[in-house]
C-alpha cells in the first residue's frame, strides 16, 4: 500500500494509540470528579495543554472534536463577543468549508465578508491587511492551503493586520500548518487526525486577553469555553502526537523534488503547487484524464491519493480557481501528500501509477 493522501488525514502513530490506550486503562476518570480519578484525568489535560501553548505562545487551549468545531467556536465566539468593534470579515477564496461555511452563516446573520484570492495579489498578507478597515471585526485566514500547500506567513499577516487595526481579531485555521510552519494568531485552530494522532480531538488556542463566546451550551467545563466531558484519551493521544512528530521540510523537500523531476519527464502534466507552497502537498493536473478516473487507476495499484481539487459530491470547490488554475485543469488536478514515513519509492510508485494511467485514459 502507498498512502500519498496525509493532508486528508494521517495513520495514528504509535506513541498515540499507545496513549490512548494507557489512558483509557488507567486515567479513565471524568476530569470534573473531585476524586483521585478525576485528578489524574485533569492531569493529562493540564500536560497536553502544556504541551500546545509551548508551540503556540502564551494563552489558553479548549480542546474540542476537530478543526471544524474549532474554527466554527473561534468565528462565531469572536463575532458575537466582539460584535461591536465593527460588521466587516476580511477572508480568502481558498478557506476550508469549515470556515467558508461559517464565514457564510455570519454574513446570514448581519456580518459582511471580503475574500481575496491569492491570484489577484502577489502579495497576499499585505492585501490581506490592506482590506482592514476600522469597522473590521475578524481576520480569518488559513496557514497552509490543504490542497495546494499554499504558504500564507501568518506571523507577518498578524503583524501587518494588528498595524491597521489593533481591534481585529484574528483567526488562523492551522490545519495543515501547525508544526510545520511559524504560527500566530489570536484563535488558531488545530486537528488531531492531520498529525497523527487520531480522529474526533482538535484544538482551538485563545491567545491571552482575547475572549470568546461559547458554542455550546452544558456543564461548563473547560473555563465554560467547551461544555461536554473532555475526551482525555483523545487529548493524552494528541499530546503524545505532537511530542513525536518527525515530519522535516527537508524530506519533504526532496521527495517533492523527485516527484517533481519524475512529472518533468511525462507529457502534458501542470503541477499546481509552486515554490511559495510547503512542499508536503504537490497538486498536479494531469491532461486529459479526469481526476477520478486517475484516482481509481491508481487505488488499483493500492496507491492511495486525492482528487486535487477538494469536490463535494461532484462539485469542485473552486479553491483552485482562486490560485488562478483554469477549470479543465482542475478537472484532472491530483493531490499527492507526504508524511514523515513517505519513501521515495512510494514517490516511484505514483510516477510508474501516473504514467500507466496516461497510456490507458488520455484522451
Ligand atoms: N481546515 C483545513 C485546512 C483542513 O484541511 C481540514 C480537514 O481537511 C479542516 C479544516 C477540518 O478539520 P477536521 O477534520 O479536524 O474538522
Known amino acids: 500500500m502507498v498512502y500519498l493522501d496525509s493532508a486528508a488525514t494521517t ?7 499507545d496513549a490512548i490506550l494507557n489512558t483509557m486503562e488507567q486515567s479513565f476518570g471524568n476530569a470534573s470528579s473531585l476524586h483521585g480519578m ?11 495543554k502544556r504541551t500546545l501553548l509551548g508551540a503556540l505562545g502564551e494563552g489558553d487551549i479548549i480542546f474540542t472534536s476537530g478543526a471544524t468545531e474549532s474554527s466554527n467556536t473561534a468565528l462565531l465566539g469572536a463575532a458575537e463577543t466582539y460584535r461591536r468593534t465593527g460588521s466587516r470579515i476580511v477572508t480568502t477564496a481558498i478557506e476550508h468549508p469549515s470556515v467558508a461555511n ?4 455570519l454574513e446570514e446573520r448581519g456580518f459582511s465578508a471580503v475574500r481575496l484570492a491569492p491570484k489577484d495579489y502577489p502579495d497576499f498578507e ?23 500547500g499554499f504558504i500564507v506567513d501568518v506571523k507577518r499577516l498578524y503583524r501587518l493586520v494588528k498595524k491597521k487595526n489593533p481591534k481585529t481579531i484574528v483567526h488562523i485555521d492551522a490545519v495543515q500548518g501547525f508544526l510545520k510552519v511559524p504560527l500566530d494568531g489570536d484563535l ?28 455550546l451550551c452544558g456543564g461548563g467545563q473547560q473555563k465554560g469555553l467547551r461544555s461536554g466531558t473532555e475526551p482525555v484519551e ?48 504537490v497538486n498536479f493536473s494531469v491532461e486529459g484524464v479526469r481526476s ?13 491519493v486525492s482528487s486535487g481539487s477538494a469536490c463535494s459530491r461532484g462539485k469542485t470547490s473552486g479553491v483552485l480557481a482562486a490560485f488562478g488554475v ?3 485543469l482542475a478537472d484532472s488536478a491530483i493531490r499527492a501528500s507526504f508524511c514523515a514515513e513517505t519513501t521515495e519509492q512510494d514517490i516511484d510508485a505514483l510516477l510508474d501509477g501516473i504514467k500507466a494511467g496516461i497510456e490507458r485514459f488520455r484522451r
Open 292 to 304: 477520478e478516473i486517475m484516482l481509481h487507476s491508481l487505488e488499483e495499484r493500492e496507491i492511495y
Open 326 to 328: 483554469p477549470d479543465k
Open 126 to 148: 499585505q492585501a490581506l491587511a490592506d482590506a482592514v478597515d476600522e469597522n473590521t471585526v475578524l481576520v480569518t485566514c488559513m496557514a497552509v492551503n490543504n490542497e495546494t
Open 38 to 48: 478525576g485528578i489524574r484525568s485533569e492531569k493529562v489535560i493540564t500536560a497536553a
Open 234 to 281: 483523545l487529548i493524552a493521544g494528541l499530546d503524545a502526537a505532537i511530542k513525536a512528530y518527525h515530519g522535516t521540510k527537508e524530506h519533504f523537500a526532496a521527495l517533492k523534488a523527485r516527484l517533481l523531476a519524475g512529472l518533468s519527464e511525462l507529457p502534458g502534466i501542470t503541477v499546481n503547487s509552486g515554490d511559495n507552497c510547503l512542499p508536503n502537498i
Open 188 to 215: 488558531i485552530s488545530i486537528s488531531g487526525h492531520k498529525i497523527h494522532s487520531g480522529k474526533g480531538i482538535g484544538a482551538l488556542f485563545i491567545k491571552k486577553g482575547i475572549r470568546i463566546a461559547p458554542l
Open 102 to 105: 461559517t464565514i457564510t452563516k
Open 11 to 17: 495513520k495514528p502513530c504509535k506513541q498515540a494509540a
